[in-house]
T-cell receptor
């Protein structure tokens, strides 16, 4: 397994367009997280899935944002009607759920850098 | 809400020297987890070291060690014998005891290693 992968790595779009990002977690991981990281800041939690169920959404996740994980494997994050303030790095992470404690360490993907012009 | 504060936006260290990165956090929980992540330029974040709050013993991973002061809510990272490859952004992160496991990150410290 090569770890968490994200596509595309870079996306440039015009304001008002819709964009979709994909995350493929580590295959045996049933938990998947999305974070947003703006320049000079640490990642901010957006949402979390266990299998196909979206269990938590941050208040940062406005109505224009939607995330899915239809078969409990890969996930997509869609942003509708993009705004310049959406420009950021979008990070995906995955973990297992067994055992608690550090057994569910999060492994991060390389991120998708979004630029909204 | 839990917050994580890294008060040093930038730090530099001479190769082979030791550097300490600071982190403080705020929580009302008694059991939680703390992490230091490293994010090299244009590369993905990787876990450096982690600490469970109920353990008094400070975690150590090779050249990396932490100074965990629970009462002071402080969690600093010490890098010994710094190497050029240590240059990166370092993020301190907190994870509560809840089932959801989302993490709260500090703003990061950019570490430069001078040859």
């Amino acid at each position: 397994d090569t770890g968490v992968s994200q596509n595309p790595r870079h996306k440039i779009t015009k304001r008002g367009q819709n964009v979709t990002f994909r995350c493929d977690p580590i295959s045996e991981h049933n938990r998947l997280y999305w974070y947003r990281q703006t320049l000079g800041q640490g990642p901010e939690f957006l949402t979390y899935f266990q299998n196909e169920a979206q269990l938590e959404k941050s208040r940062l996740l406005s109505d224009r944002f939607s995330a899915e994980r239809p078969k409990g494997s890969f996930s997509t994050l869609e942003i509708q009607r993009t705004e310049q303030g959406d420009s950021a790095m979008y990070l995906c992470a995955s973990s297992s759920s067994g055992g608690g404690g550090f057994n569910n360490e999060q492994f991060f993907g390389p991120g998708t850098r979004l630029t909204v012009l | 809400a839990q917050t994580v504060t890294q008060s040093q936006p930038e730090m530099s260290v001479q190769e082979a020297e030791t550097v300490t990165l600071s982190c403080t956090y705020d929580t009302s929980e008694s059991d939680y987890y703390l992490f230091w992540y490293k994010q090299p330029p244009s590369r993905q974040m990787i876990l450096v070291i982690r600490q469970e709050a109920y353990k008094q013993q400070n975690a150590t991973e090779n050249r990396f060690s932490v100074n965990f002061q629970k009462a002071a809510k402080s969690f600093s990272l010490k890098i010994s014998d710094s190497q050029l490859g240590d240059a990166a952004m370092y993020f301190c992160a907190y994870r509560g005891p809840g089932r959801n496991n989302d993490m709260r990150f500090g703003a990061g410290t950019r570490l430069t290693v001078k040859p």
